[in-house]
Each structure stands twice: as structure tokens, then as C-alpha cells.
């Protein structure tokens, strides 16, 4: 059963908007360009896996993805799985081309077009959430449970190599595909009950509850000023910005299209890129409306969080990042593009 749902990345989301606001000619674009590529490719490997797991008995389960916690340092998951027997942390890698675990220097070499790269070695980095999450459940003073970890790799394709003798390692290295026949496995070795549902039930909500959503800065990271990112509602249609408020409604002068819900990603990028709450001069400011009483009247209708009243009133970005009743439904289907 999912307890908690894999959503976008917000690291995706953000170079998304990022590109769509700023000057094509700015230094990095390039640079952005490619990162939201592999942002891409890493959420592809993870939805990949989603569906073997989806493969597994409901009940037996509780699966949550994308969890974020906070011992003394934050740590983040891409799926563990729980059961009344034992815990599993995944870590889940989608790369291209041929990946070499050095038994000497417990280095990782990616293989690609004869091109050789270091990359952060999986394993460890699996076993050291599976350490943390230990760690968390001792400083939540929850019973210790038996905790495996796995490196899922996402794609058949990718060959996996090491040195003659340390094919061990490959025990908690495995293709999504065979992830299925591998949890049956460990189900088979830990048959022992070591919760009761009562406990269960405590562990999996607490789990959610200290979920920390992350919040990157995005503008700080690749050194862009706040001025370099273009306001106005963009046009669905022609891709320019701004379009204009006009009788309800919002009206490209460009293309001369007509729009009813082009603000709802604008607000998204606001939240993405500059703040994650805005007042309603800031939001009158961003989408360049004219009169402060028809930006008042269209920021009431997205039914945002708020907090504090009056002028001094903050609306929220929503935890999902989701706004725009478009989203809602792409997010329905399953499908991100
Ligand atoms: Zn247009």
C-alpha cells in the first residue's frame, strides 16, 4: 500500500520555471539545460520502479517514497518499504553505460562512450540512509527493527561490473525488474513478526509526520539575481510573456490568444523560484496586474494556505507543489511532460 506518493521534484520543477524565465543568453542556460536532463532521467528511473513495486501484495507493504527526515543532518530516501518483519531502504540509480565498483578504492566508475567518469558510489550511500534511519528511530525511541537497503538500478540496459571476487557486493545491487523476486526473498528470511499493527501504525505516521519537504534556492545556486527573472503570466500558446489582465480574463498581445487559467503556473513559478509564501502585492507585482482589487479577487480563487491577516497576509506554496487544475490532472495520469 502507498502511504506516501513519489511527487515531481521539486529540483525539476524549479529549472522548469527557471528556463522559462530567464534570458535565454544568461551564462548558465546552458548548464540549467542539462541538469534539468538529469533531474528528468532520475524521476524516469524512479516511476520505472514504482511499477515493479507496484507488483507487490497491498497488504503486506507500506511503501513510502521520497521521505526527507532530520536527525542531525537531513537525509533523504527515494522509497522504503515497511512490513510488521522488516524495513528496506532504496536507493534508486538510472544511468547510462557500464558501471565499475572498485573493490580497492570503493570508488564507482561510469563507463560511457569510452568516456570515464567518477560518479558517488551508490552503495554506500544507500547504506548510510539505512544507518540513518536507524539512528532516527533510536532518537524516536521506536522498537529497532531488522532494516535492509538495496541499490535499484532502473534501466536493463545499464551493465554493472566489479572486481573478480567481489561479486558479493551484488546482493544489494539489483535491476528494478528483479526487484519484485528480491523482497520475496528477504520476506522469506524475516518471518518473525517484530511489530504489532498498533506499532506499525505508530512508526508509519510518525515517518510522514517529520517528513521535512525540501525547499532548495534555487536562485542562489546558480548565482541569479532576483531582477533576472522575467514577471507576467506567459501565454499558453505562444510561450511569451506577459500577458495582459483584461475583462476577466487574460489576453496575449503577441499571438492575440485568450487565457482563464494562464496565472495558476505563473503563481507556481513564483513560489519555485523566489519565495516559498508571497503577499498579495508581491503577487499583484509578479503577474504585473494593474488594480490591486483584481489581483485580490483572482489570488482568492487558488484557495492557497494562508497565515496572518490583513496587509501582512502570506499565501503558501502548497506541499505538492501542485496549483493549476491542469497539473491536478496530469498528476492523475500519472504522467509529468
Ligand atoms: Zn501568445
Same mark, same amino acid.
Given at each position: ?45 524512479? @516511476? ?14 507500506? $511503501? ?48 560511457? @562512450?569510452? $568516456? ?28 529497532? $527493527? ?77 548565482? $541569479? ?55 498579495? @502585492? ?56
Amino acid at each position: 500500500m502507498i502511504l506516501k506518493e513519489r511527487p515531481v521534484p521539486i529540483q525539476l520543477l524549479q529549472r522548469e520555471a527557471l528556463l522559462r524565465r530567464l534570458d535565454t543568453r544568461f551564462y548558465r542556460y546552458k548548464e540549467i539545460e542539462k541538469d534539468l536532463i538529469n533531474w528528468k532521467t532520475g524521476y524516469a528511473g524512479e @516511476k520505472n520502479t514504482d511499477y515493479y513495486l507496484s507488483y507487490l501484495p497491498e497488504e503486506e507493504f507500506g $511503501i513510502i517514497n521520497d521521505l526527507r527526515l532530520k536527525n542531525q543532518n537531513t537525509f533523504q530516501m527515494d522509497t522504503i518499504l515497511l512490513s510488521l518483519m522488516f524495513g528496506l531502504v532504496l536507493e534508486i540509480k538510472n544511468i547510462v553505460g557500464t558501471l565499475f565498483f572498485d573493490q580497492h578504492t570503493q570508488s564507482v566508475t561510469r563507463i560511457y @562512450k569510452d $568516456i570515464e567518469e567518477g560518479i558517488t558510489n551508490p552503495l554506500i550511500q544507500a547504506r548510510r540512509h539505512r544507518n540513518q534511519l536507524l539512528h532516527w528511530m533510536i532518537n524516536h525511541r521506536l522498537p529497532p $527493527i531488522p532494516l535492509e537497503y538495496l541499490v535499484v538500478i532502473s534501466r536493463n540496459s545499464t551493465i554493472l561490473k566489479t572486481n573478480p571476487g567481489n561479486e558479493h557486493i551484488f546482493k544489494n545491487i539489483i535491476y528494478a525488474e528483479c526487484l519484485e523476486e528480491k523482497i520475496n526473498q528477504l520476506a522469506a528470511k524475516y518471518q518473525t513478526p517484530v511489530l504489532k499493527s498498533k506499532s506499525y501504525n505508530k512508526l508509519t505516521q510518525l515517518l510522514l509526520a517529520e517528513h521535512i519537504p525540501s525547499y532548495p534556492e534555487i536562485l542562489k545556486m546558480y548565482g $541569479i539575481g532576483r531582477t533576472e527573472i522575467v514577471p507576467g503570466v506567459q501565454c499558453p500558446t505562444c510561450k511569451r510573456i506577459p500577458m495582459l489582465r483584461v475583462s476577466a480574463t487574460w489576453f496575449c498581445p503577441s499571438c492575440k490568444a485568450y487565457s482563464k487559467d494562464a496565472h495558476f503556473p505563473a503563481v507556481r513559478d513564483y513560489f519555485l523560484l523566489l519565495n516559498e509564501k508571497m503577499t498579495l @502585492k508581491q503577487f499583484q507585482e509578479f503577474l504585473l496586474i494593474e488594480k490591486r482589487g483584481v489581483a485580490k479577487g483572482l489570488l482568492h480563487t487558488l484557495h492557497l494556505q494562508v497565515s496572518g491577516s490583513g496587509r501582512t497576509t502570506q499565501y503558501y506554496l502548497p506541499p505538492d507543489c501542485i496549483l493549476s487544475p491542469l497539473n491536478e490532472n496530469d498528476r492523475k495520469k500519472g504522467d509529468f511532460h
